[in-house]
């Protein structure tokens, strides 16, 4: 589908170079510093109040839990439906550039980047721990034999990790792919809204939009960085480099890996960022196809088709279950699974929409929804298929030893306790923790990119000092988020994801009802001028047969259709 579009930025945010002028000059100021006293005034609270930051980070997320569980549930299953029906209808054909584009980068490149920046390090996090967690624990309600309770373990992981949380993704990343590379304007979140909110998305209701994608994605990408630097810590201690980690070494680890994250931003998407992402998916594949070949390799692909399945057959069940039914004891379990984890996608999704959206260019709506929200899945799929499969059969038909008798799954821990019962079982751990580390950095730099092109007011190459700020205020964040948490730093990391998503789940409804009435206008100009161009054609191909019949003249058809009354002579038109 091709019309015609408003290609010209916005003069007041132009995505040129923002390296002209003073440093200040740079960024955007009803941005950038109002984002800034607040990550601050946070960070400073987390380190110097951690116990009254943690509790009130619990209560805050309790609540949210307790009130909003059954909203998040909602909410993230109908941006299944519409990233499905958007991309299976005639908005597909709607091409992500103003022209007929060739993609700019080739589809490998294109699913290693987004699919690095998308949920790297989680993967690696809780790739073995979550089947082995619901099956130690399942969710109030759910009972059953061994063997049962590993089917259940399997597909509700499938849910955290599959089209839902892909889904988030396409609403925010195609959203923004269509106003940056159709409509010509900066990268930046509130664009995504004029459709709706008209000239309004310029003054301070869009820089509040846009704060609030700022500290989403700052929280949200310290999140994952909080839980890649406790598995990193983990798997030292594993093969015996360090002894009872702490906050000053998780605080250590973070700066170390964010120093190597600062180098890769400052090189840019083309260079740095590129060339991790597909390292570290290479690695990660090559990490999973060794468990694959030297685990329970017959098992796990049985298992793969048949979780597939059961995933299909308990989607829409699945989807909306509340566990109202299970009082006191279902909410503490959404609180720890089904809405951290829709919380914690929402808060990624500016990141990981703005990043995908930036790396889109030239695909149509049709090849972005498949490519976004179908491969990543069945990728995922397969990922905790050999690793969590791994585990479940060794928990079931095994030695076991994987799950503690007192302490039960150990996550950060539990790739490990597989890892070592391979061969080359020490080598193993040392590739996952480079492997881990390798996805914090991309997680890192990829988030700064965006974060500074947000704060920038759109430009696509924001200075370096900004990218150093930002990737510099993520470990920050990421440090206060532990210390916050005390021993059980996890809590304060989950806590905060559930927190953010709020706020911008809002923002995201409205993005759904602006892409939809962006692409309706779009495909009503399309039908306009297609329908112009058939009239235009058939009153050709009418004229010219009756030209060859013989029933006009040449100069009597031009600009006359049978019947018309035009025309000179006596009727000689009209039949």
Known sequence: MATTSD???????????????????SVKPGVFWPSVIIIVVFALWAVFAPDTANEWLGEVSGGITQYFSWYYNFLVTAFVVFAIWVGVGHFGDIKLSPQDEEPEFSVGSWLAMLFAAGMGIGLVFFGVAEPLMHFDSPKPGVEGSPTELAEFSMIQTFLHWGLHPWAIYVVVGLAIAYMVHRKGKPISIR????????????????????????????????????????????GLEWINIIQDPGDLVYAVLIGLITAVAIVSVVTGVKRGIKWLSNFNISLAALIMLFVLVAGPTMFVLREFVQSIGLYLQNLLQMSFDTTAMQGSAGIEWQGFWQAFYWGWWISWAPFVGVFIARISRGRTVREFVGGVLLVPTIVTFFWFSVLGGSGLYREIFGDGGIIDAEEGVTQEGALFGLLETLPAGTILVGLAVLLIATFFITSS?????????????????????????????????????LLA???????????AA???????????????????????????????????????????QVSQSLIDEGLVEPNDASGSTPGSGSGSGSGTGRT
């Not at 290609?7 to 000059?25: E, F, K, L, V």
């Not at 988030?447 to 700020?469: A, C, N, Q, Y």
């Not at 948490?485 to 806590?495: F, Y």
């Open 7 to 25: 290609t010209s930025p916005d003069p007041a945010h132009s995505s040129g170079p923002a390296n002209q002028g003073a440093w200040y000059q």
């Open 191 to 234: 664009w995504v809204l004029q459709p709706l909110l008209g000239n309004r998305v310029k003054g301070v209701l869009g820089d509040v939009i846009d704060i609030a994608a700022v500290i989403g994605t700052v929280f949200g990408v310290a999140t994952s960085l909080g839980l890649g630097v406790l598995q990193i810590a983990a």
């Open 445 to 481: 730099d990829s988030g700064s990119l965006v974060v500074d092109m947000l704060s920038s007011g759109g430009h696509t190459e924001p200075p370096k000092w900004s990218r150093i700020f930002w990737a510099t205020a993520e470990g920050i964040v990421a440090i206060a988020l």
């Open 485 to 495: 948490g005390g021993q059980a730093g996890l809590e304060g990391l989950r806590s």
């Open 498 to 540: 559930i927190i953010i998503a709020l706020p911008f789940s809002v923002v995201m409804i409205l993005m759904c009802i602006s892409t939809w009435r962006a692409f309706t206008l779009e495909r009503r100009a399309f039908l306009r001028v297609q329908r112009r161009q058939q009239r235009e054609e058939l009153t050709e």
